[in-house]
T-cell receptor, first 116, second 112 residues
């Protein structure tokens, strides 16, 4: 299994440009997440999905959009990039049953994004 | 707003010593607790999860949970330079609230 994969690894954007960060997992996990991590900070949840067709906002959703048309893929769209979106973006997935407390997340390698 | 607090460090320990990393959380209803290790420039990697009060051991790692004090810790025995990393504590909310909240992490340096 490849686990959680992300593309691209690095990207430089100009202010106002748009791009899509790709994320895929092959573990048949139902939950998927997008986080951003700024230097010296923890992980901030941007969006998450509990299954195909269902997404919800996290702590810092402004400036981002997501979709989840399949179990495997969870792309993150940046519209009108701003310098404040310079960060490292991590995608994660987990298998979660609503009747349990177990929710161990597996992370992709990350995308380092710079907006100039 | 759930909060997870960690001392940012760095925590510096000599090789072979026990490293003790601590985490406190604000949501008294939290039920799941995780420790992730993150090497510089890499993604977080789950190393321990704990769900019940007490100790859970896995190799050189021991997670300790005290729900009454809202405190979870990670002990690393026989610390090695390869343990040098940032350790993130994550806390999951009440049953059904499945999104863990992450602390800012503690930087650990193990010097030879």
């Amino acid at each position: 299994n490849a686990g959680v994969t992300q593309t691209p690894k690095f990207r430089i954007l100009k202010i106002g440009q748009s791009m899509t960060l790709q994320c895929a997992q092959d573990m048949n996990h139902n939950y998927m997440y997008w986080y951003r991590q700024d230097p010296g900070m923890g992980l901030k949840l941007i969006y998450y999905s509990v299954g195909a067709g269902i997404t919800d906002k996290g702590e810092v959703p402004n400036g981002y959009n997501v979709s989840r048309s399949t179990t495997e893929d969870f792309p993150l769209r940046l519209e009108l990039a701003a310098p404040s979106q310079t960060s490292v973006y991590f995608c994660a997935s987990s298998y979660f049953k609503g009747t349990s407390v177990y929710n161990e997340q597996f992370f992709g390698p990350g995308t380092r994004l710079t907006v100039l | 707003q759930k909060e997870v607090e960690q001392n940012s460090g760095p925590l510096s320990v000599p090789e072979g010593a026990i490293a003790s990393l601590n985490c406190t959380y604000s949501d008294r209803g939290s039920q799941s607790f995780f420790w992730y290790r993150q090497y510089s420039g890499k993604s977080p990697e789950l190393i321990m999860s704990i769900y019940s009060n007490g100790d859970k051991e896995d190799g050189r790692f021991t997670a300790q949970l005290n729900k009454a004090s809202q405190y979870v810790s990670l002990l690393i025995r026989d610390s090695q330079p390869s343990d040098s990393a940032t350790y993130l504590c994550a806390v999951g909310g009440e049953r059904g609230s499945y999104i863990p909240t992450f602390g800012r992490g503690t930087s650990l340096i193990v010097h030879p």
